[in-house]
């Protein structure tokens, strides 16, 4: 059945051919659009669908998630904005609280995240394990994260658990959790922090990303977050997908991220919930970077599944245009993904879309933690 949307005052569709379109229609026939254009020369439909004169735009692809864990860090929320540094101490926290769970109550727990990101217009997410670090924790994990999403990605090397030895958790994660998540992964992440006392060294990190490269896990990596390091490099030397957060760069870092296919994905509600320094998107932009946004909704850095929050955030915080922010919040998104078929609106991707109570989707930003979100269709 083919169904016709009409009555749309703005359609951001990503297009670089079609562009912004107004007083535009569009047709789906199932999860594929048909045809994309002005209204007053929509073909005929098997149903019509009238939008109310509202803004539509391609649906939010959030690329950095970690939605299976159990447990509160409220407290250590506060206690942050009462002035104590993050260090990454607290997953340990969450580590145990989620080993605890059932599988039904991570599922229940998994399924509400997964409603409110899609009540606020994401149509896709990318799941990360990270929470279990143990063998059967972490295949547990990425088994129930499959359930919602297709994007899961195996964050064994999250940190290295309490009474573990480095080494011996690094062997544990490139031998038998690999081999135990890589049927239930897509992607294979490490944290790269060689000043953090938790997260991985370049060499640690090399040796986990090759380990899932061999497993055929695509990579990606938590990068440059903390301070200056070698995530940004090691990302692009390995050819992986995305080095997400970004937040200390070298002039090198940029360079390499501009003359590579990796994703520069900024996380700004990391910088939000830890009052640390937003990353400069203005500068990776302005040398021709790809940048996308995320929430990197997680219980202790950023306990927001809100995309069009990113979106206010970005264009804020670390000067992107409104227009940036939503491209980066969707089509950058589908890039960090390497997906070709979402974060546009035009004939033959997938009907992924996002309806705003708003004429124009400047909305998402000039309109900050306002529900303005109302509709569309996929899901996560």
């Not at 949307?5 to 659009?33: H, K, Q, R």
């Not at 890039?335 to 992924?352: E, F, Q, S």
Request: net charge negative; glycine share 10%.
């Amino acid at each position: 059945m083919t169904v016709l949307y009409t009555g749309i005052a703005e359609l951001v569709t990503n297009d670089p051919e079609l562009g912004v379109l107004t007083d535009a229609a569009f047709v789906t026939a199932g999860d594929v659009v048909l045809w994309v254009g002005q209204a007053s020369a929509a073909p005929a439909a098997d149903e019509r669908v009238f939008l109310g004169e509202r803004a539509v735009v391609p649906g939010f692809v959030d690329s950095h998630s970690h939605l299976v864990f159990a447990g509160d860090r409220g407290a250590e929320f506060a206690a942050r904005m009462a002035g104590q540094p993050y260090d990454g101490g607290g997953i340990a926290a969450t580590m145990a609280a989620t080993r605890a769970a059932s599988d039904a109550e991570l599922r229940a727990l998994v399924a509400a995240r997964v409603a409110e990101m899609r009540a606020q217009g994401t149509t896709t997410v990318e799941i990360k394990s990270g929470y279990g670090l143990s063998v059967a924790e972490e295949a547990r994990a990425l088994a129930i994260a499959a359930e919602f999403t297709s994007e899961t990605t195996f964050l064994g090397a999250h940190v290295v658990p309490p009474g573990v030895g480095r080494a011996e958790y690094v062997d544990l994660v490139t031998g038998q959790m690999l081999t135990a998540c890589a049927e239930h992964a897509r992607w294979i992440d490490v944290f790269c922090e060689p000043g953090s006392a938790h997260a991985f060294d370049a060499d640690e990190a090399r040796a986990v990303l090759s380990a899932g490269r061999a497993a055929g896990l695509g990579l990606r990596v938590h990068g440059n977050q903390l301070g200056p390091g070698p995530g940004v490099a090691l990302a692009v030397e390995l050819g992986a997908a995305s080095v997400d957060h970004c937040t200390y760069l070298t002039d090198a870092d940029v360079d390499a991220l501009a003359n590579s296919d990796t994703v520069a994905t900024l996380l700004p509600g990391v910088e939000f919930s830890t009052r640390s320094p937003y990353p400069d998107a203005r500068r990776l932009l302005d040398a021709g970077v790809t940048v996308a946004l995320a929430t990197d909704c997680n219980p202790g850095t950023c306990y927001s599944s809100s995309m069009p929050f990113m979106i206010a955030l970005a264009v804020r915080e670390m000067g992107m245009t409104v227009t940036e922010a939503l491209w980066a919040a969707t089509a950058g998104g589908a890039k960090a993904l390497r997906r070709t078929d979402i974060g546009v609106l035009a004939p033959g991707k997938r009907a992924d879309f996002t309806v705003l109570d708003a004429p124009s989707h400047l909305h998402l930003a000039y309109r900050p933690g306002v529900p303005i979100v109302v509709g569309g269709s996929g899901r996560p």
